[in-house]
């Protein structure tokens, strides 16, 4: 009899060292958005995510097509230019945007931005904390980074100590998933062999209409990577990764520069600040898939494999990095971690609401009066952030649908704002926190449109692996209103995809239907 | 742990899938992405059913103690048919023209063609010339890949494309340009017939049968359609190859059914050979032996046996041999291979074989691999090797090349041909100095270790560098690895026995083992030969050998002879005969008048061939027993069309040990005969009488003359499957892993051996300054008779000689330029292939080619104990031929 246990052998072969095989490069290359589009001279990525499909109807991605004179997807047949589509770029405050090989443009005046007809405009996030900062402290100027690392060696009971805090401030993971953060790390500390182990910073914020990760990475390195370094303490990992989404090649450079600070710092490196711990990060570029980010998706894509997600158990606990023991943490959950050590875990334990402790980033779109990243506690009403933080609509338009956490989240009817910031509840409602993103739709596009848009990402960005979200995805997309009443389909998806990318856009997909009709 | 499966307590070892669990009764949970030979990707989502009240995919999700499993909820049986609706929907309805797992489950969920879509158009890849690619038929399952990466270990395989655009492909280009080694695994399979052998044909029949290339012992089943075979796939439940083949076994078949196969005997008349009847060819034969005999006496005629043929066979032509005509001179091709195995085996552990079982390659924490090149050669044990390597089993390589392993391994010792002797004694030493040697296994089970300490004295790790080019650092941390790892096996090939101290070189490679008590012991991976043809080692088990009866009888212990004498009814010769390369100077010098040969290629395969034509020319008689008229049978006076592995009733015995049933698939061509027919008319046209009218008799006979193989019969392994051997009585399952109590050698320990290194027979000098080894290539089988003649040679057409770069660039050559290789003895010409895999200063050459024909270089210099000859060490030189 077979055991349940899934080999990777080209992952055995990795580990000791041999070379990626012709044919997995060449399935690596095939399956990622960005190596399928050919290049040219100039590059152009235009955000086709749901903020910026909230704010035009699509209508820059046409207009970016007449004026780059390339269709979507393709390249100039002279070479001298290339249009690819990006689902999302983290500017979903001041929508449209595009990347212009790696310089982000956006806001209302795009088209001639990307015609050079106006000055590039590239807004930083607004930013606020509603309460006391905690993942915002260093970007709001209260503390720097790496104050807490230095501390910690000098502890003797360092890995246990970093458990324990963690674990008393009940963290979360804030990636969608929701895995007490704690928990993950002693299952990698508890693996009983010698050979290696790793962690790994999920920097691929694919959901459309977030932006704090890229915030948190563009703008406060450190603390991101301080939290990885105390998170590689707590599970005995001497390695870890920041992977980094190549939609955000700025938070890219950003996190180098900062791995190479740190490293001078003696932050990183070996026998850190005299410990005898070795510790070293290296920071690793997505290639374009929003399934990337997903844990499985995501350790393969850093060995260099196609980014399929595979059958869990075993999970990355035990069988992650090239099969090796791995806890993977989203990035606002690492940048928590700081704060959680300097206040103590029972600190962090007091904001928040029940199980559901602490604060999380929410980003509100350019449809909102006041866009932006703001952090607040759990349980914080919708209203309060839709009509207090955000402010209401822009321009006094009338809410129609509010998107929360992402395209597997779900949409709310705006009669539904009462409801808290809670997974538990917003679950309950049929909708998933995810990471915390808020996309206000208004009648800038019909309920149908936004069925399309959100079947036309599935089957663009299902990863093939599994036939319910392969197939289901791409009937969808062929025909996205009659499919979203088809319920047989919709519960084969939900009860059987391989992953949470197909087990939750149906969810999603009946979430809209339920929402009345506006046009 | 129990639990429960529509309402039925089944039972299963932890670790189990909730599909295992309803295997065990009647439910037929359907599949389509698994296959038993990998593990459960769990993609394809028809194995749905509810375990304790959530649907899940059976294949994937771990039984639990008192889980209730229901496969008959019909709710989920219609979400099992809307995956195969998708599923279908993909695809155009030639799906449905081939049977394929997928058809089968249409059939069953009643999905007819109007479920199926149109073609997508991804067109198909038709380079290679046994199976294509459809890739309209793909269903992304991963199947193949998996087969590829976790049994074969190629890597030739991904998935492209993301999403609904996924499909299979070998890399961006063509299949045959790919890193494909054609081992089928992905094509056996292939659940819709995306991928698919050629073949059309409908078979009829099957036939289980073992595997007549190489040594493993794979277990094949011979589908057959109008007595031709339609295809060969792997048996699942094959003890060595456990559902898998390589090129060879699994696709080489066309040589069968080749027009040039031999249908009518030949007898030279007038210089030529002309057709015969058969009774004009046996007259022939028997009028001629009994010339001979009658004028120079019964040792005037010499035997070659065959390794190919059935131990039947063999068995019969030992016996023809020693009792019809009254000779020990029977010999068989483990002379040119492995007698320095059998000798040094036997000297070592007291029997002449592997001493563990196949099996143990899964328990293996460290495999010392010396001498061969497992992944080509033997590639079904080769698959299973670098598993267990990539599963984390440590490796250690010793060999002049940087094979597909070498290149995998933790260390490469790449050695000087010629000088394995010293660095097996160089590790035996570093073990004795770190530590890692067994005390007490020494002092319970072995002896000799005084002796070999005062001879180990000699081979401090910086002198082994001088003398192998192994850095002693690299040799150090070989015997660290070898003496830390609690599972060691050695496996080992020609690489050790194919030099002029051949047996020397097993002997101090098992001195390692013996040192580390890792044979006999539950701890211990032992050591084991890599067989190199089918049925070498039963050829030799049966007593085709000039000193040995069957079961490694001595031909000089009288109470031996008298016993087998007894049961054959007759009076055995004492003296032992001639070995294969006596009896070619034999034939020069006048001593022997008559060599009669069954399957062996001898004018191509033996060294010094030039020397090999001219004993050939000097017989008065050659026979040739053939299926094609090989460069020996053109040689011959009387050629014997024989038949093929595929057409035989029989048994082998593979690299360890196994006897395994031959069957019949097919019959052989009008005119052709068995060898066992062919060798019961040769007797009796002798007015001998073999005493046995079938190979099941002739097996029988051999149980009661060979007390080894006194449990076998062909009744007990139809009914068993295999057995290894010693196989005592008809209870005794066999010895698979050999001395758990005691060596089998006179004092029940394992003799450690005290012997020096000493150079090769061949030296390179300035006329002669590279070092050419020579050996096997995947596509091909030894002299390629039987490869060459079929689509392998699509494959690998000619034969190329490996080169380094810098040799290259020395001698004012290009890759592929035609190079003249000259040795003391011939030259043969033949185009020049770059690859760093050797040293500069060394060649490699395989012989399966005859316009290649590698041994008129090497030398007639053989092993001193066994005449094995020194394949491995031929000094030559290389100019771009003119």
Known sequence: MATVDARSPVEELLIRGGTLPVAAAHGARTYFADERVPRGERHVRVCTGTGCFAATGGRHVVDAEAALGVGIDRCAADGSVSLQSARCLGYCYASPAALDDDAPLAGATLLEQLVHRSERVDPPVPVAAVGPPVVLRGILGREPAWQVWPTVLTRTDGADHVLREVGIAGLRGRGGAGFATARKWAAVARTDDHGPRFVVANGDEGDPGSFADRMLMERDPGRVLEGLALAGLACGATAGYVYVRSEYPRAFATMHRAVDAARAAGHLGTDIHGSGLDFDVEVVSGHGSYVAGEETSLLRSIAGLRGTVRVRPPYPTRHGLLGRPTAVNNVETLAAVPAILADGGAAYARLGRGEETGTLVVCLNARFAKPGAYEVELGTPLRVLVEEVGGGLDGGATLRALQVGGPLGGFLAPSRLDLPLLDSSLSEAGVALGHGSLVAIDDGVSRDDLLRHLWQFGADESCGACTPCREGTRRGAADPVAVAADDALLDLMTDASLCAFGRRLPAAIRSLTAVPSWS | ?882
């Open chain 2, 1 to 882: 742990m129990e639990l429960r499966v529509d309402d039925c307590d089944v039972e299963v070892p932890d670790g189990c899938s909730v599909l295992d669990a309803t295997r065990l009764t009647a439910a037929a949970v359907p599949t389509l992405c698994h296959d038993d030979r990998v593990g459960s990707a769990g993609v394809c989502r028809a194995c749905l059913v509810v375990a304790d009240g959530a649907v899940v995919a059976a294949c994937t999700t771990p039984a639990t103690a008192g889980m209730e499993v229901r496969t008959d909820d019909p709710d989920v049986a219609a979400q099992v048919r809307l995956v195969l609706e998708l599923t279908a929907e993909r695809l155009p309805a030639t799906a449905l023209d081939r049977p394929s797992e997928l058809t089968a489950l249409c059939e069953r969920f009643g999905i007819g063609p109007t479920a199926f879509g149109g073609a997508r158009g991804l067109g198909r890849d038709e380079s290679h010339p046994y199976f294509a690619l459809d890739r309209d038929l793909c269903i992304a399952c991963g199947r193949c890949v998996q087969m590829c990466d976790e049994v074969q270990g190629t890597f030739a395989l991904t998935l492209a494309g993301r999403g609904a655009d996924t499909v299979v492909a070998p890399g961006g280009g063509a299949w045959l340009d790919s890193a494909c080694v054609s081992c089928g695994g992905c094509v056996d399979s292939c659940p819709t017939g995306a991928l698919a052998e050629r073949t059309t044909a409908t078979a009829t029949t099957t036939t289980r049968t073992t595997c007549g290339y190489c040594g493993v012992g794979c277990s094949l089943d011979v589908h057959v359609a109008d007595d031709d075979v339609v295809s060969i796939t792997p048996a699942r439940d094959g003890p060595v190859n456990r559902g898998h083949a390589c090129v060879k076994g699994r696709f080489a078949h066309g040589f069968v059914r080749s027009a040039e196969r031999l249908t009518t005997p030949l007898v030279r008349r007038d210089g030529e050979l002309r057709p015969a009847s058969w009774p004009e060819a046996l007259e022939h034969v028997a009028r001629e032996l009994g010339r001979i005999r009658s004028a120079y006496g019964p040792d005037a005629i010499a035997a070659i046996s065959s390794a190919r043929a059935t131990n039947e066979e063999n068995y019969l032509m030992q016996k023809l041999v020693r009792t019809v005509i009254g000779t020990n001179n029977v010999d068989n091709c483990s002379r040119i291979c492995h007698a320095p195995s059998a000798a040094g085996l036997t000297a070592a552990f007291g029997l002449s074989g592997g001493t563990n079982p196949a099996d143990d390659i899964e328990r293996a924490d460290l495999f010392l691999l010396a001498g061969t090149n497992a992944t080509e050669a033997h590639p079904v044990v080769g698959a299973r090797i670098k598993q267990q390597v990539l599963r984390g089993a440590r490796l250690v390589v010793v060999d002049p090349r940087r094979t597909e392993l070498a290149a995998l391994a933790d260390l490469h010792l790449q050695v000087r041909p010629g000088s394995n002797v010293a660095v097996f004694n160089g590790l035996a030493r570093l073990l004795l100095e770190d530590g890692t040697a067994d005390q007490d296994f020494m002092a319970a089970r072995s002896e000799g270790l005084e002796e070999l300490r005062v001879v180990l004295a000699g081979y401090p790790p910086e002198r082994v560098e001088e003398i192998s080019g192994v850095p002693a650092g690299l040799l150090r941390e070989a015997a660290r690895l070898y003496g830390t790892s609690d599972l060691p096996a050695i496996y080992y090939g020609l690489g050790v026995t194919e030099h002029a101290h051949g047996t020397d070189g097993v002997r101090t490679l098992s001195n390692l083992a013996i040192l580390r008590g890792a044979v006999g012991t539950p701890s211990g991976g032992g050591v084991n030969p890599l067989r190199g043809q089918n049925n070498v080692q039963g050829a030799s088990d049966m007593g085709a050998l000039p000193d040995l009866l069957p079961g490694y009888q001595r031909v000089l212990d009288d109470d031996a002879r008298r016993r087998v004498g007894d049961v054959w009814g007759a009076t055995l010769p004492e003296r032992p005969g001639l070995r294969i390369p006596d009896m070619f100077t034999g034939a020069l010098d006048g001593r022997v008048r008559a060599l009669y040969v069954m399957g062996e290629d001898i004018a191509q395969t033996d060294p010094n061939s030039s020397h090999v034509r001219a004993a050939i020319e000097a017989c008065e008689l050659v026979v040739s027993q053939e299926i094609f008229l090989s460069e020996t049978a053109r040689l011959a006076d009387v050629v014997l069309p024989a038949a093929s592995y595929l057409e035989k009733d029989g048994t082998f015995v593979n690299f360890d040990r196994r006897f395994q049933r031959v069957r019949p698939a097919l019959t052989p061509p009008d005119g052709a005969r068995t060898d066992f027919e062919i060798l019961l008319e040769v007797a009796e046209a002798l007015g001998g009488d073999l005493g046995v009218s079938t190979p099941a008799q002739a097996m029988a006979e051999c149980a009661e003359v060979a007390p080894l193989y006194a449990g076998i019969s062909h009744e007990r392994l139809d009914r068993e499957g295999a057995l290894p051997w010693p196989c005592r009585s008809a209870d005794d399952p066999g010895e698979a892993r050999l001395y758990a109590t005691a060596f089998a050698t006179p004092s029940g320990r394992a003799r450690l051996a005290a012997v020096d290194w000493l150079p090769p027979g061949e030296q390179p000098d300035s006329e002669y300054p590279y070092v050419l080894i020579t050996g096997r290539r995947l596509a091909h089988y030894n002299s390629g008779t039987m490869t060459r003649r079929t689509p392998n040679r699509d494959l690998v057409g000619h034969e190329l000689l490996d080169l380094h770069p810098d040799d290259l660039a020395r001698l004012g050559l290009r890759d592929g330029d035609e190079t003249e290789v000259t040795s003391r003895r011939g030259s043969v010409v033949v185009r020049v292939h770059a690859t760093d895999a050797l040293v500069p200063g060394e060649a490699f050459i395989a012989f399966h080619f005859p316009d290649v024909a590698a041994n008129l270089l090497t030398s007639e210099v053989v092993d001193a104990a066994t005449s094995c000859p020194e394949y491995k060490v031929t000094a030559v030189n290389i100019r771009p031929a003119i």
